[in-house]
């Protein structure tokens, strides 16, 4: 039997419920903190982790005025020794010490080494803890050794086409009443303070800085001018590789960029959960290993979700058959979706003279229209 | 290696790219000859949930399977050598799945050793994250912060001139151990560190690092001042790739079972086709490879091969930085119909975040073209920044005379006017759907200058061949000519800037085509024209340049030459270098127009939109 791979397509989904499992990892091995079976909370801690300290290497026989060969005798730290910010780690002596000079340590830390051809000694400071958040409250339902655990939980989820900004949680409050509304700095009120608010087709930049002002945790979008984006961050963004932003708020569009009405099902998920608290992470990597945007709204589990299958964060997207739910990513039909009512297997021209492989969808208007199967992106539900 | 040419008929290669597995099957065929029969491509299996790369090249090569009935696959993998007629007699790989080899380098002095160290690097196939130099003007612990920062998959550690001090490059070598870096897959791997510096510091070097990295100690990369060594550092950065970096990726550990030549990275595969190029030719050569998410630029030019790449350069991935590095107004004037340009920035960025899509509508295809001039604008002025005369050397024998010549040891020693071919790969010019427009984005994005051959890669097949000719080079070479190289013509366009507004004659030329027809054409400034003339034909063409203008014999000195034709034919510029756009929208808009209609570039309802 030869093993077959999968075909990729692109997909983003939407689930008004689902169980879903998050893995947490630690970036280097440590300890894990919790067992399989614990309940968790969004900010607990799971597991943790020492980094090694920074390295500051100090020029010895420079301050000493020594040559580089001469570093082992003026040492009077070795090796291993633990030192403390201040602390003598060489000195030079000369003329029944009338002539000294001494060199000090700038932090605490260890001597890592020193060198007699440089004449520097490296110089590590203390390890550095990290500890790893729980991010979604839920159970525990997977230890990996050393390296971190996988919670498991009931929840509404979204991905988005694009964020900004990690992790973040607040309670999720409408800041628009339609899909197709423009989130303006005048519905920005003080009461959106920890709030995760929700816009409709765009956010302006005004928009962004007062939400960043009055405390907003996060704004959920259809869509974002980059004019907009450019102006709330001061610098343009290259490739998408986002999430380290530090601005304090998460922006997680759901559409793409321009003015996009939020997908009608989308903000009704977002206004039945209303007052709820939302998991949001703007983290955006469009490369080999898709990360999308996200939006995770634990809601409270029907008795028998833990039967259900649980949906795992790098879980491909089925193939495009007749009846599938897709958004258009290409104009003439951007942001429209649909159902596909045929795959033709025959190469077509399109506009532009290219022949390719197309897809017939059914857009919500009725509207039958011809795009390349190239150019859909189905909407997992 | 046993195969022989004579005895083998079908070759299967493959390409594990970063999204796609591209597979290429070749033939020895009745009249003796190599030739290229069929393609299958499927979808790169690097990543999970899959994480087995020959899942992606069995699915690349069962496409084959179906559409020739032959049978090469068993469970174990590629049938080879064949037997009963299943299996191929020969099947070679290159790969840049999982984002290529990614190297960090450094040396001493910026100018000297660590830029031989990084030319070095990126002739190897490799993708440099970052150049580090102890006057790089980073401080100490900058430069740490950003090596543990990039968690590359080889570092390549120079410095020093052989019997020169070895202090300044040991300290270089506490900087990356201080460091610590990780490897990008995983702490269980052993980093490979080639160091290729100074000969006396090599005992220091293996005694300070331990076995803290896989070491490898090769020949200096500068043993003088005067004198660039790349050879033994390039084969260290290969077999390091091979021994370490590829055996730690998924799934390459049964891909390097299936084939007994070693896997190449796809950009080094690349780059010794376009030396093949220029030794068929015995001419100087510029490449380009336009991808998603990268731009490579080959040169050889008298005799030196040298390959950049811009890591961030593309045209899906990488579009935005396109846009971020030459800015919305470079992109708009290349658009020959009005648009917002913050229409343009959300287009880009739409395009960025579903990097798979493809335009559907000619406004789109034509914003993409725009972008792609200027990736290769760019790709080309970063190449120029490493094709430069060895920095630091003392130049001997310099008299009154040399400075006053316009060369300088600042600039680059690529004379565009030297220049005989351009030749391009990648998804985006091998998919125009006019081979006209990828002849012209050639064109604009390198403003190549005097007699140029074009050509560009049929249908991706170059670093197939890069790695079939390290075994098999007499067939790698035949394919190559009769079915990879599109030969797309020539261009002539004369040096020199235009008047805008002064209309006026820049160049007349005379062809004579085979047949004998004697065509003459006076080419006013600002325009272009393509005359037809077959691939594999050649006409004669006499081209007098206007006073101020030069086309290879000097400025306002006639040239006569034999010029190839190709599927597009031979293409007069006289836009003037640089070529001149009109900053009023309208103007702009005019000019473009009538290039494109010039050439028939774009189907008419598209062009009649901006006039």
């Not at chain 1, 030869?2 to 970036?27: D, H, V």
């Not at chain 1, 290993?289 to 649980?310: F, K, L, N, T, Y």
Request: hydrophobic share 40%; proline share 5%; charged share 25%.
């Amino acid at each position: 039997m030869i093993a077959l791979s999968q075909a990729y397509t692109p997909g983003l989904k939407r689930k008004e419920a689902t169980l879903i499992r998050k893995t947490r990892m630690l970036p280097i091995p440590g300890k894990i903190i919790v067992g399989v079976g614990d309940t968790v909370s969004k900010d607990t801690v799971v597991a943790k982790a020492e980094t090694l300290g920074e390295p500051e290497i100090v020029k010895v026989c420079a301050i000493l005025g020594i040559d580089p060969d001469q570093i082992e005798k003026h040492m009077v730290k070795q090796e291993g020794d633990g030192v403390s910010e201040g602390e003598a780690i060489a000195c030079y002596r000369a003329l029944f010490g009338l002539i000294k000079s001494d060199c000090f340590s700038p932090i605490d830390g260890t001597i890592e080494s020193f060198s007699s051809i440089t004449g520097q000694a490296i110089i590590r400071s203390h390890p550095k803890p990290i500890d790893i958040d729980a991010y979604i409250p839920g159970k525990v339902v997977r230890i990996i050794q050393d390296e971190g655990v996988i919670i498991e939980t009931y929840a509404a989820f979204i991905q988005g086409a694009f964020g900004i900004g990690g992790e973040n949680h607040g309670e999720i409050k409408m800041a628009s009443e339609t899909p197709s509304d423009v989130l303006t700095a005048d519905r920005i009120t003080p009461d959106c303070k920890g709030k995760v608010l929700v816009g409709g087709s765009m956010v302006t930049a005004e928009a962004l800085k007062k939400s960043l002002e009055v405390g907003a945790r996060g704004i959920l979008v259809g869509g974002i001018m980059d004019e907009d984006l450019t102006d709330f961050l001061g610098y343009r963004i290259g490739v998408a590789i986002t999430g380290h932003e530090k601005t304090g708020l998460t922006l997680v569009a759901t559409e793409g960029f321009g003015r996009m009405n939020m997908l009608e099902k989308t903000f009704r998920i977002l206004q039945r959960n209303e007052g709820r608290t939302a998991c949001i992470n703007g983290a955006t990597q469009i490369r080999a290993g898709v990360i999308r945007p996200e939006v995770i709204i634990p809601i409270p589990s029907p008795g028998d979700a833990s039967a259900a299958p649980a949906l795992a964060e790098e879980e491909l997207s089925g193939g495009m058959e007749a009846g599938t739910f897709v958004r258009i990513i290409q104009e003439p039909y951007f942001g429209q979706v649909g159902y596909i009512c045929s795959l033709p297997p025959e190469l077509q021209h399109v506009e532009t003279e290219s022949t390719v492989r197309i897809v017939e969808v059914e857009l919500e208007n009725g509207e039958r229209v011809k795009v390349p199967r190239a150019n859909v992106e189905i909407i997992e539900e | 290696m046993s195969h022989q040419g004579e005895e083998m008929s079908l070759i299967l290669a493959t390409d594990v790219g970063s999204t796609t597995t591209k597979a290429r099957l070749f033939r020895y065929t009745e009249d003796s000859e190599w030739r290229y029969v069929i393609s299958g491509e499927a979808p790169t299996t690097v990543e999970a949930p899959f994480e087995d790369v020959t899942l992606g090249v069995r699915n690349a090569v069962g496409e084959i399977e179906e559409l020739t009935g032959l049978r090469l696959l068993s469970e174990n993998g590629i049938i080879t050598p064949r037997r009963n007629g299943d299996g191929v007699d020969l099947y070679v790989t290159t790969s840049s799945a999982g984002g290529g080899l990614q190297m960090t380098v450094a040396g001493v002095i910026s100018t000297m050793t660590a830029e031989s160290a990084e030319r070095v690097a990126l002739g190897a196939g490799a993708i440099v994250m970052d150049t580090l130099a102890t006057d790089d003007g980073r401080r100490v612990f900058e430069q740490i912060e950003r090596i543990r920062y990039l968690r590359p998959d080889m570092i390549l550690l120079a410095g020093g001139t052989d019997g020169g001090t070895i202090r300044h490059v040991m300290k270089m070598a506490e900087v990356i151990s201080s460091a610590n870096p990780t490897p990008r897959l995983g702490r269980q791997f052993e980093l490979p560190l080639v160091f290729a510096g100074n000969v006396d510091a090599r005992d220091p070097i293996t005694n300070f690092f331990g076995d803290q990295f896989a070491l490898e100690i090769v020949e200096n990369i500068r043993p003088e001042l005067e004198m660039e060594n790349p050879g033994p550092a390039r084969d260290a950065i290969h077999k390091c790739f091979m021994e370490h970096v590829m055996s730690h990726a998924p799934g390459y550990g049964k891909l390097m079972k299936w084939t007994e030549v070693p896997i190449m990275p796809t950009p080094g595969a690349e780059g010794m086709m376009f030396q093949q190029l220029s030794r068929l030719y015995k001419e100087n050569v510029l490449g380009v490879g336009l991808g998603g998410a990268t731009t490579n630029v080959y040169s050889v030019f008298d005799d030196r091969f040298v390959r950049t790449v811009s890591a961030n350069l593309g045209m899906s991935y990488s579009i935005c930085n396109v846009l971020k590095e030459t800015g919305i107004g470079n992109i708009v004037r290349w658009i020959p119909f009005k648009i917002e340009p913050a229409e343009v920035v959300n287009r880009l960025r739409n395009k960025m975040t579903r990097p798979t899509a493809i335009p559907q509508t000619l406004e789109n295809l034509l914003i993409e073209h725009a972008v792609a001039r200027e990736a290769l604008r760019l790709g080309f002025a970063h190449h120029k920044f490493l094709a430069m005369p060895l920095r630091g050397v003392q130049v001997k024998g310099r008299d009154i005379g040399d400075m006053f010549k316009q060369f300088s040891f600042e600039e680059t020693y690529l004379d565009m006017l030297r220049i005989s071919w351009l030749g391009g790969t990648g998804g985006l010019l091998s998919h125009a759907p006019r081979r006209v427009q990828s002849a012209l984005m050639l064109i604009d994005g390198f403003q190549v200058e005097g007699v140029t051959r074009l050509a560009q890669d049929s249908v991706f097949m170059m670093p197939h061949l890069g790695v079939l000719s390290t075994v098999q080079p007499k067939a790698a070479l035949e394919i190559f000519e009769k079915d990879c190289l599109v030969r797309l013509g020539t261009c002539i366009a004369p040096r020199g800037s235009i008047d805008p507004m002064r209309e006026s004659a820049i160049m007349s030329v005379k062809i004579t085509t085979p047949d004998g027809t004697e065509i003459e054409e006076e080419m006013l400034s600002g325009t272009i024209k393509a005359i037809p003339l077959g691939e594999h034909q050649t006409a004669e063409v006499e081209i007098k340049p206007a006073r101020g203008f030069d086309v290879g014999a000097g400025p306002g000195h006639s040239l006569m030459e034999s010029v190839e034709g190709g599927v597009v034919g031979i293409i007069l510029d006289a836009r003037g270098r640089p070529v001149h756009i009109p900053e009023d929208e309208d103007a702009r808009i005019e000019k473009l127009t009538g290039w494109f209609r010039a050439l028939d570039a774009y189907p008419e309802k598209m062009l009649e939109r901006g006039g």
